[in-house]
């Protein structure tokens, strides 16, 4: 491995369904790749995101680990394609310039969700009958913590939910759409 700070590696990560045609995925990862180069060198385009290398293992953790829960069923898809609408209730946030406040609603949203859908599998899954007695034992189960480290905040252009957290959910998806 060279020490020289100067080379730097820009890639792209293109998708297809199985019927589109070869050249329009050419085109989508030429497009990544300038949007790679365009927005600092030295890192991936994928899911139209640009992902610099040292945050490559946190976003891709985040998603291995969505996906496992998708398939111990304590997350649902549908709770999966709930969280990438609260995701993008952020973007719309930021990309207001934080005026849009009423995006803000996902943070309410989000632990509705909580509430309703996650609490009680994990009670169930814990043998616990009375959760409301119980729910500070079950707020520090890592399915729920996991979460409400990244949607329990008011994001800004910095923060993971914003930049990082449509791909991590993407891939969870993606990869629970296609097995193993």
């Not at 045609?21 to 790749?33: Q, R, Y």
């Not at 291995?64 to 998708?70: G, T």
């Not at 729920?144 to 449509?166: A, Q, T, V, W």
Request: charged fraction near 30%; glycine fraction near 4%.
């Amino acid at each position: 491995m060279s020490n020289n700070t100067d080379i730097t590696l820009s890639a792209s990560i293109a998708f297809m369904k199985n019927k589109e045609a070869i050249m329009n995925v050419f085109k989508k990862a030429d497009e990544g790749l300038k949007k790679a180069k365009e927005e600092g060198k030295n890192g991936i385009v994928i899911f139209d995101r640009f992902i610099k290398w040292e945050d490559f293992n946190e976003i891709f953790d985040l998603g291995e680990y969505i996906y496992k829960n998708l398939q111990n069923q304590t997350y649902s898809q549908s709770f999966i394609y709930r969280l990438l609408s609260y995701t993008n209730m952020v973007e719309e946030y930021v990309n207001s310039n934080y005026e849009d406040v009423s995006k803000l609603l996902y943070i309410s949203k989000f632990n509705y969700d909580i509430y309703r859908n996650l609490i009680p599998k994990i009670a169930n899954k814990l043998g616990i009958k009375n959760y409301k007695k119980d729910e500070e034992i079950i707020f520090k189960q890592e399915e729920i913590s996991k979460l409400k480290k990244y949607f329990d905040n008011i994001p800004d252009e910095n923060s993971f939910i914003y930049k990082y957290m449509k791909i991590a959910l993407n891939y969870a998806v993606r990869k629970n759409r296609g097995g193993e």
